[in-house]
C-alpha cells in the first residue's frame, strides 16, 4: 500500500506548529516520546471489552497487564483505592459517572460555564444539561472566587442529587471540605472534575478532593501531561446508595457501579493503545521529576500573573495559585476574539474565554486564558514568562499593525529554538 503522504505532510507540519510557537492553551501540554510512542503500538489493534481478567474477547492476557498497571499506578499516584483508566475523554468519565449515579432529570449543581465551568457540569447545550437538570452558582464579583454562600444556598434550595466542582477557567484552590459539608447536609454527592489542576493535586500543591469528594474525575493530558483521555478515581469504596443490585441480591458496591456505568454503560471496546500511554504517563508522575515540572509551572504562572499585573492586565482574583490565570481584556479596550486571532498571526497561541459577569457573547469574549504547562514543559522559567508578556503586550497594544506582528512571530521563533521540541523527530 502507498504511503499516505498527504496526512504524514500534515502530521509534520503541525510539529513545526508545535515547535516555532509559544503555546499558551492551558489545557494543552507537550507529552513525554515514550508517551506518544506507546500511542502508535499494535495495541490500536486489539478489542478489549470488558475489564482485566473480564474481557469478552480472547487473546486479552497482554492488554490485560498493560491495563491493570495503569490502573495501579494512577491509585498510587492519588493515593485511592479505585480507577477506571478506561473513558476516553474527561467528557466520556463524566457522562459515565452520571450514568451510573443519576437518573435521567435529576438535578445537578455545578459552576456557571460563563464563569470557569465546564460543559459537562450541566450546560444546557450537552447531555449533562439535556439528561439532568443542571443548577449553577458562580464567583463573586468583586473578588473573582467561588462564590460558596451562592453555593450553599442554591444546595438548600433545589437540593441537587449531585454537587459538581472542579472548573476550566479558574485560578484559586477550592474549598472541597466546605462544598461536602453543605452536601452531607442534604443528602447529595460530591464530584470534583479535577481535569486542570490534577497534576499539583498529584504532588500535595494544591488542596486534594479526595478526602471530600466521593468521586473524582479528571482528563490525563493537561497538568497530568498524558494522552488525551479521561479517567475516574475514588479515595475509597462504598456500598451504592441508589440501592443497585447484583444478581445475587446483594448491594453492588460503587467501583462496580462505576465499572458498569463506562461499560457497557457508555463505551465499548477500551482504546489499549491509549491505556497504556496513560500507564507509561502515570508512571512519570510518581518521578521526582514530575515534582520538580509542576512546581516549576506553579513557578512559572505566578512570574507570568505578575507580569501581566505589571503591565496593568486584569487578572480575575488578582494572580492565581495553579497553572493558568484568566484575563480580561476590557481596560485595554480589546476584545478575546480579536486577542487570540491576533496572536495567532504571531504564533503565540491561546484562547479567547468569557470572563465572570461577561457582557460579549462566548464567541467574542472579553478575556483570554493564559497557562503554562506546555511552556514548561518546554523548560521555560520565570525570566521566559517576563519575555513571553512583554511579547504578548507589544502585539496586543499594536493590534492592526502587521508588521508588528510579523515582527513578533520572528521572535516567537528565535525564543523557541532554544527549547526544543522532540528534537529527536526529524
Ligand atoms: N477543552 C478543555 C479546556 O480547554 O479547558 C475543556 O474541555
Known amino acids: 500500500m502507498q504511503r499516505d503522504t498527504a496526512i504524514f ?3 509534520n507540519e503541525e510539529l513545526e506548529r508545535q515547535r516555532n510557537g509559544i503555546e499558551l492553551i492551558a489545557s494543552e501540554n507537550f507529552t513525554s516520546l515514550q508517551v ?3 500511542m502508535g503500538t499494535s495495541l490500536t489493534n486489539k478489542y478489549a471489552e470488558g475489564y482485566p481478567g473480564k474481557r469478552y474477547y480472547g487473546g486479552c492476557e497482554i492488554v490485560d497487564e498493560v491495563e491493570q498497571l495503569a490502573i495501579n499506578r494512577i491509585k498510587e499516584v492519588f493515593n485511592c483505592e479505585y480507577a477506571n483508566v478506561q473513558p476516553h475523554s474527561g467528557a466520556q468519565a463524566n457522562a459515565a459517572l452520571m450514568l451510573g449515579i443519576l437518573q435521567t432529570g435529576d438535578k445537578i449543581l455545578g459552576l456557571d460555564l460563563s464563569m470557569g465551568g465546564h460543559l459537562t457540569h450541566g450546560s444546557p447545550v450537552n447531555f449533562s444539561g439535556k439528561n439532568y437538570h443542571g443548577f449553577f452558582y458562580g464567583v463573586k464579583k468583586d473578588t473573582g472566587l467561588i462564590d460558596y454562600e451562592m453555593l450553599e444556598e442554591k444546595a438548600r434550595t433545589e ?3 449531585l454537587i459538581v466542582c472542579g472548573a476550566s477557567a479558574y485560578s484559586r484552590d477550592i474549598d472541597y471540605a466546605r462544598i461536602r459539608k453543605v ?3 442534604i443528602n447529595a454527592f460530591v464530584l470534583c472534575d479535577m ?4 497534576g499539583f493535586i498529584a504532588k500535595g500543591l494544591l488542596s486534594s478532593p479526595f478526602d471530600h469528594c466521593h468521586f473524582v474525575t479528571s482528563t490525563t493530558h493537561k497538568t497530568l501531561r498524558g494522552p488525551r483521555g479521561g479517567i475516574i478515581l475514588m479515595k475509597k469504596d462504598f456500598e451504592n446508595p441508589m440501592g443497585l443490585k447484583d444478581m445475587k441480591g446483594n448491594l453492588r458496591m460503587m467501583s462496580n457501579v462505576l465499572d458498569m456505568a463506562v461499560f457497557p454503560g457508555t463505551q465499548g471496546g477500551p482504546l489499549m493503545h491509549v491505556i497504556a500511554a496513560k500507564a507509561v504517563a502515570f508512571g512519570e508522575l510518581l518521578t521526582e521529576e514530575f515534582t520538580t515540572y509542576i512546581t516549576q509551572v506553579q513557578k512559572n504562572a505566578q512570574a507570568m500573573a505578575k507580569a501581566f499585573v505589571v503591565r496593568n492586565y486584569q487578572i480575575i482574583s488578582g494572580g492565581t495559585d495553579n497553572h493558568l490565570m484568566l484575563i480580561d481584556l476590557r481596560n485595554k479596550n480589546i476584545t478575546g ?4 486571532e491576533t496572536l495567532d498571526k ?3 497561541t ?4 468569557a470572563v465572570p459577569y461577561d457582557d460579549k457573547s462566548p464567541f467574542v469574549t472579553s478575556g483570554i486564558r493564559v497557562g503554562v504547562p506546555a511552556i514548561t514543559t518546554r523548560g521555560m522559567k520565570e525570566d521566559d514568562m517576563e519575555k513571553i508578556v512583554a511579547l504578548i503586550d507589544k502585539v496586543l497594544m499594536d493590534i492592526d499593525n502587521e508588521a508588528t506582528i510579523a515582527g513578533v512571530k520572528d521572535e516567537v521563533k528565535i525564543l523557541m529554538q532554544d527549547f526544543p521540541l522532540y528534537p529527536d523527530f526529524k
Open 195 to 198: 481535569a486542570h489542576p490534577a
Open 183 to 185: 452536601a452531607d447536609e
Open 350 to 353: 491561546l484562547n479567547k474565554n
Open 346 to 348: 504571531a504564533h503565540i
Open 159 to 161: 437540593k441537587p442529587k
Open 36 to 38: 506518544m510512542e506507546a
Open 337 to 340: 476574539k480579536k486577542a487570540q
Open 9 to 11: 505532510k500534515l502530521i
